[in-house]
């Protein structure tokens, strides 16, 4: 069983930056590609980002292109997410997970991040 725990966010006015961490627990983070999901209140789960498992192909969703960037550290069994030129529209909890297969089986709890105008 894989636990993922994600860290980082916050508040931050508009135009700041934000970077999440996730940490994963076992020695499987490395086998599976990792992605970013965040959810407003009343809105749907949205996908932001996804990374392979090697880390060389990445995805973006297009609310995020150009100013979030998904990366990850397979020693440390960590994944990141680098927000830039953050708005009050980003504002969500952010969720990491893994994708074993088709679906992502594996999700943290989810980090608060909160942008002000």
């Known amino acids: 069983q894989v636990q993922l725990v994600e860290s980082g966010g916050g508040l931050v006015q508009a135009g700041g930056s934000l970077r999440l961490s996730c940490v994963a627990s076992g020695r499987t983070f490395s086998m599976y590609p990792m992605g970013w999901f965040r959810q407003a209140p009343g809105k749907e789960r949205e996908f932001v980002a996804r990374?392979?498992?090697?880390?060389?192909?990445?995805t973006y969703g297009n609310p995020v292109k150009g100013r979030f960037s998904i990366s990850r550290d397979n020693a440390k069994n960590t994944g990141y997410l680098q927000m830039n030129s953050l708005q009050p529209e980003d504002t969500a909890s952010y969720y990491c997970?893994?994708?074993?297969?088709?679906?992502?089986?594996?999700w943290g709890r989810g980090t608060q991040v909160t942008v002000s105008s």
């Open positions: 997970a893994l994708q074993r297969g088709v679906d992502y089986d594996y």
């Open positions: 990374i392979g498992s090697s880390g060389i192909s990445v």
